[in-house]
């Protein structure tokens, strides 16, 4: 059995899931919801997503060199792939997982294996009923080896057949062939959405923790970065919201102190209206 991931989190709860059994685990080295995938599959696409990483997420060369290496293993492994191989995708309702599935239907098309799909997010849904409460996740990454090991016992799965397979193959087409730089998923929906989507959020927490410190006090970024990440509706990370932090830093909208190149060693404030 194969098993294909893209979140860390999530490929590290399934290794300890299925400790001891004989199973392939093939995972993507980070999320596909941010940054260009415009022919992700060329080493043009996968060197501008590289520049892009190492501009908004500060990768260095090692970095760098470790993030090619996962990439093209999880790209080779998945062509590997024979004909008569078992396969399951594990997906979530967001933007990353879902682009991973297009991106996975894509590289085995053609290719007459059993894929099903494991979308982690509608389990997830009803496993607490019995204690009246409902886990809304926002990626696999939030769901525990024992919950992933019960989802395979449930058979929490959909075969998916070939006309499925292609229709998906020609969503990934169509996705690397475009030039967002973030995707949202909504109601089922691919969006190419714009850079600074989550900029209005960010803003927002600010002004709340303005009232809280004072318009002349600074305060830890993290402090910001943590409460957006908590609050937030979509599968974003600490790294995709400093990135945006520090943009509006650029542009005028926060005042600073510290230094940028790390999240844990710079303040910001919302930058004070000019007296009149």
Known sequence: MKHILFNQAASGSLKHALKGERVDIIAFPDSLGAGPIHRLLTEEGI?????????????????????????????????????????????????????GLRLVSHLLSGKKCAISVCNTYFPMLYFHEDKHAQFDIRHSGEVSPDQMKQMLKLNELEQLTEGKIALLKNEALQLMEGHSTVRTWVRGRMIEDIESRDDESI????????????????????????????????????????????MLIKNGV??????????RSYQVRLKKEPKQ
Not at 206 to 233: C, P
Not at 254 to 263: P, Q, S
């Open 254 to 263: 926060f005042d600073y102190t510290g230094d940028t190149r790390d999240m």
């Open 203 to 246: 803003i927002q927490y600010a002004n709340e923790f303005q009232s809280k410190y004072g318009v002349d006090e600074f305060y830890n970024a993290t402090r910001l970065i943590g409460h957006v990440l908590g609050w937030s509706q979509h599968d974003i990370s600490d790294t995709w919201i400093d990135y945006r932090l520090r």
């Open 47 to 99: 060197t501008e997503r590289l520049e892009w990483l190492q501009k908004a997420y500060r990768f260095d060369e090692k970095m760098s060199q470790q993030y090619v290496a996962l990439f093209h293993d999880a790209i080779i492994r998945i062509q590997q792939i024979e004909e008569g191989d078992s396969v399951i995708i594990w997906t979530c309702e967001n933007a990353a997982e879902q682009f």
